[in-house]
């Protein structure tokens, strides 16, 4: 009997758990077996790695194969076992020496040919196996501009199934990591292109300098499409901790390239309302997927006629909002993706829309049915509502000419850098992340300055959540007034930011 040992990753969301893979060769009927719990696609890796270990020049074992995966009551599911399984296999029939095994987590898909092909999750799999005590890795060459984001982790690319067992017999040289590669900045529109709309514009730069959730309301062509498109710009860049956490999302989304698998700036991510409530979540079957929500992670998620997505849609967002994250509840448990995103929602005033108000033709009843909507609990949620003003000249608009991405995003910065330094303690990052409690105790405001509150609380004009949400646009508005406290105006105005009627 030879039994031989290997490591590769089980991904849930995106935390990881180190798998051990055993092989054990030996007498019996002729016959290979998978334990462990693997899904139909780990399954059929049984026939994939055979023809990959024959047409790489080695034979499969002509005795009982079995193959155990540890631990055994964790779902098991994709295609990166292959690499991990055929290692591990060879290695107990003694073709290829194990001592290379014990630390090293191998990772990828193999081809018949053996090849070694790229799997999705390849940042969060080192990461979990980081944390596990494994010190290299193995993944296929496509993904090793990912695995280079991993620190503490010697990574080898792999081309072939031929290349690993090379490397591990002490015969081969696999290709090494070069260093992370960050993603070219996108080419974000300006934010004076926008014709008019001096108030829609701050309250943009104010969305932006505090995190908070923003909606749009006017009639076609007044630039709620445009306005939306660049709030991503007036967001600073992500962090590297950040960074590492929208790329281990986009990751297992499969939508990292080789040429730039950082994810560097702050993402924006556009939905038409045809789109399914699992894509906007996550799920899927199997093992569920990140939705647009988690893929918008420290970035923007853009509603455009968010009235026409339905209600099951809408109500989906509200537990998100709050929270920052995904939970996809399953039969084998609780999958968890992180979306704390800034929400744009654009909408019409009413079904006609006409350029202006006065001249809508919807019946009183009409109306009420299309602005009921978007649910109270869901506006409950939103910090900034701002009424578009129709267009009334395409030139001549304003005084001054409108500043551009670059001037509004310098005092964003500089108000993001005050909040992130009063929160730093708490590990808070924006004004928007901290909890009601927190500002009505430890950063309680003087009663005169928060005396417009309890007049709205006390006339049912504001819930308890919105009187702390607006507490939040309040310590935003100090932030960019470089002020150290909130006053009476700053209340006053974060409360006039909720009030904004469409009727």
Not at 88 to 100: F, G, N, T, Y
Not at 365 to 385: C, E, F, H, T, W
Request: with cysteine.
């Amino acid at each position: 009997m030879a039994l031989a040992r290997t490591w590769s990753v089980a991904l849930s969301g995106v935390d990881g758990v180190a798998v051990e893979i055993e092989a054990d060769v030996g007498v019996g009927t002729v016959r290979t077996q998978l334990l462990g719990l693997p899904d139909a696609a780990l399954h059929e890796s049984k026939d994939r790695v055979k023809a990959a270990v024959r047409n790489s020049g080695h034979d499969w074992p002509s005795q009982r194969v079995t193959l155990g995966l540890s631990p055994a009551t964790l779902p098991k599911n994709g295609s990166g076992y292959d690499l991990a399984i055929a290692c591990a296999v060879l290695a107990a029939a003694k073709a290829v020496p194990d001592e290379r095994l014990a630390g090293t987590v191998l990772v990828g898909e193999l081809a018949l040919d053996g090849r070694v092909r790229a799997v999705r999750g390849v940042l969060p799999a080192l990461l979990a196996a980081r944390r596990a005590g494994l010190t290299e890795a193995v993944v296929p060459v496509a993904a090793l501009g990912e695995a280079a984001l991993v620190d503490g982790v010697t990574v080898h690319g792999a081309a072939s199934l031929s290349d690993a067992l090379a490397w591990l017999a002490g015969e081969g040289v696999l290709q090494r990591t070069t260093g992370p590669v960050a993603a070219p900045p996108p080419d974000s529109p300006d934010l004076a292109d926008v014709i008019g709309q001096p108030e829609a514009r701050w309250a943009l730069e104010v969305a932006a300098a505090g995190g908070h959730h923003v909606l749009l309301t006017g009639p076609p062509g007044t630039g709620k499409t445009m306005l939306a498109q660049r709030l991503a710009g007036l967001l600073p860049p992500l962090s590297p901790e950040e960074a590492l956490g929208v790329t281990a999302v986009h990751s297992i989304a499969g939508l990292l390239t080789p040429e730039a698998p950082l994810v560097s700036a702050p993402p924006f991510v556009s939905l038409h309302h045809s789109t399914s409530v699992v894509a906007l979540v996550g799920g899927g079957t199997g093992t569920a997927k990140p939705g647009a929500m988690s893929r918008a992670h420290r970035g923007v998620l853009f509603l455009d006629e968010a009235r026409e997505f339905g209600a099951a849609k809408l109500e989906a967002l509200r537990t998100a909002l709050e929270d920052g994250e995904v939970r996809l509840a399953r039969r084998d448990g609780i999958v968890r993706y992180p979306a704390r995103f800034q929400l744009v929602m654009a909408t019409n005033p009413c079904p006609c829309a006409p350029p202006k108000d006065i001249d809508c033709t919807c019946l009183p009843a009409a109306r009420r049915r299309y602005q009921a909507k978007l649910s109270g609990p869901l506006l409950d949620r939103v910090d900034i509502r701002v009424v578009m003003r129709p267009l009334t000249a395409m030139s001549g608009v304003e005084v001054a000419p409108p500043e551009p991405t670059a001037a509004v995003r310098a005092r964003v910065q500089k108000a993001r850098t005050r909040a992130a330094e009063r929160w730093a303690a708490h590990g808070w990052l924006t004004n928007a992340e901290v909890p009601g409690p927190v500002l009505r105790r430890e950063f309680a405001l003087p009663r005169p300055v928060t005396a417009v509150l309890d007049r709205a609380l006390t006339t049912g004009a504001l819930t308890g959540r919105g009187a702390d949400r607006c507490l939040r646009v309040a310590w935003t508005l100090a932030d960019l007034a470089e002020v150290d406290r909130p006053t009476a105006d700053h209340v006053a105005a974060a409360l006039e930011f909720r009030e904004r009627r469409t009727s």
